[in-house]
């Protein structure tokens, strides 16, 4: 995908940890800290990337990357119809 000259390539790996949304049952502070390490523990948040002219990001990004690409498009051809 190309837009005004900035190449777009999608990767399903651009993911980082997000916030922690499983705890221990117990809340002594070993436990919490083991817990703290698993990734499983963790929700993956999708990640964009720009490097030079080109960007990298997670798929569900490209796909609202297009559709704001699109509307961009459609207000620009609406607005050079009415001139």
Aim: aromatic share 10%; with cysteine; hydrophobic share 35%.
């Amino acid at each position: 995908m190309n837009f005004l000259g900035i190449k777009v390539f999608t990767s399903p790996s651009l993911v980082a940890r997000g916030e922690q949304f499983r705890f221990p049952i117990h809340r002594k502070k070993r436990a919490l800290k083991k817990w703290a390490k698993r990734d499983e523990n963790y929700r993956l948040v999708p990640q964009c990337y720009r490097v030079g002219e080109s960007v990298y990001c997670h798929p569900s990004i490209a796909g609202k990357l297009k559709l704001e690409i699109k509307a961009c498009n459609d207000a620009r051809s609406k607005l050079l119809s009415f001139a």
